[in-house]
């Protein structure tokens, strides 16, 4: 059973200043992006949870 991503808790969510908005990083190619923007992907198999927790594990 797959799990519906949310793209705010992904670490490739990211913000940018210049445009005023959030972005994905990851550089989908066509067919992937329309079948995201169409929201008919259950699931982004580039989804990494954000977790500060682990990124201060390793800071230390």
Request: with cysteine.
């Amino acid at each position: 059973m797959s799990q519906k991503t949310n793209c705010e808790f992904c670490s490739h969510y990211a913000y940018d200043d210049e445009y005023d908005c959030y972005y994905c990083q990851i550089n989908l190619d066509e067919d992937e992006m329309e079948r995201f923007m169409r929201q008919s992907v259950e699931s982004c198999h580039y989804f990494q949870l954000y977790d500060e927790y682990k990124i201060v594990e390793k800071q230390n």
